[in-house]
């Protein structure tokens, strides 16, 4: 209903994913997400099933802006909404008029509402550097080589991670022959100097996405390099493709890690962004089940922990069970801040 309690939220949420967008960097999808606020009605079924969220459309929870955001940018990369394309990055940010008025067409499209349905899949391959720096401190102390085991792990891409290359504060690492190179703005000292080996890989995603090209249309369009990386990773992931399962986190979790530790190396659950859109029930069965397993293992992630304005890069490792907090960092891993004493 008009001024329902359910359309406030919808609209807070499109102001906060504004402010989010703002501060990270992209300017170009703040105003869109400013104008959807102000435009969205219930004139076309993308406007009112919106505006009747039945869930929680904030950017922590479903993410409904970044859907919606999503679509439009699917459709502007398609080349079947040249006005709106017209208005899109490189080109300056547009007047909120002349966007608002691009806009409105698009909106009444019946292949629009369908992007709602699913939550937005970045697999940001930026987070890979902070996730291989982890991987170099967890080498120091389990044996080699490893066995990953991903949680959200959308199309992959961050599992193929020793097949790109890094300069983590001036430590040259990974593949230095690989076409997607990642630098990230470090201060602090580099991680350790060391060799990553990795025997399998896999993961799991309660939707793997079938086309990894619909995840480009979820980057923000005014961040080119975001997209340079992603498309550089989806081309190697067409010949090195992990495997990825359909199904719930908790679940599959449990099942892998209820077989026998690995006769060689250890195991590496890890996770970037995902673990705070999980059910607080799916959350628990999932550490439950990492402190319960068996054989030396680790457990890297790159959350923003309740509580904290940050994000965090984390290391737990067995045996022992020691946690370590190794970074602050950016989301999509353009800063990082590396907090962890270098070897001695």
């Given at each position: 209903m008009p001024g329902s309690a359910t359309e406030a939220a919808v609209r807070a949420a499109f102001a906060e994913q504004a402010?989010?967008?703002?501060?990270?960097?992209s300017p170009f999808t703040a105003r869109l997400c400013a104008i959807l606020r102000e435009t969205l009605d219930r004139t076309t079924e993308?406007?009112?099933r919106a505006l009747d969220w039945p869930g929680d459309p904030s950017s922590s929870a479903d993410a409904l802006a970044l859907r919606l955001c999503g679509g439009l940018h699917a459709l502007v990369r398609s080349g079947d909404v040249p006005a709106l394309a017209a208005l899109y990055?490189?080109?300056p940010i547009p007047d909120p008029d002349a966007l608002a008025a691009a806009l409105r067409p698009v909106l009444a499209r019946n292949d629009l509402a369908g992007w709602l349905d699913l939550p937005p899949q970045t697999n940001e391959v930026g987070r890979s550097a902070l996730l291989y720096a982890g991987l170099l401190v967890a080498a120091e102390a389990l044996p080699g080589p490893f066995h990953l085991l991903e949680l959200g792990a959308s199309a992959g891409l961050n599992l193929n991670l020793e097949r790109y290359g890094y300069d983590l504060g001036g430590l040259r690492a990974g593949d230095p022959a690989s076409p997607l190179q990642l630098r990230p703005e470090w201060t602090g000292d580099p991680p350790p100097h060391g060799t990553v080996r990795i025997a399998t890989r896999r993961g799991v995603d309660l939707d793997p996405p079938a086309d990894p090209q619909r995840l480009l249309a979820y980057i923000w369009a005014d961040q080119a390099e975001r997209l340079a990386q992603a498309e550089a990773a989806i081309r190697l992931l067409a010949a090195n493709r992990p495997?990825?399962?359909?199904?719930?986190?908790?679940?599959?979790i449990e099942m892998q890690l209820s077989s026998a530790p690995p006769e060689r190396g250890a195991r590496v659950i890890m996770h970037?962004?995902?673990?705070?859109?999980?059910?607080?029930?799916?959350?628990?069965?999932v550490t439950a089940a990492i402190e319960a397993a068996a054989g030396p293992r680790a457990w890297l992630r790159m959350e923003k922990c309740p509580g904290e304005e940050k994000f965090s890069l984390r290391l737990r490792l067995w045996p022992g069970g020691e946690d370590r907090l190794l970074a602050w960092t950016h989301p999509h891993g353009r800063q990082v801040s590396w907090l962890a004493a270098p070897a001695r």
């Open positions: 402010g989010w967008c703002e501060t990270l960097g993308t406007g009112r990055p490189p080109r495997a990825v399962d359909r199904g719930d986190a908790a679940d599959w970037s962004i995902a673990y705070q859109y999980f059910p607080a029930a799916t959350q628990e069965r």
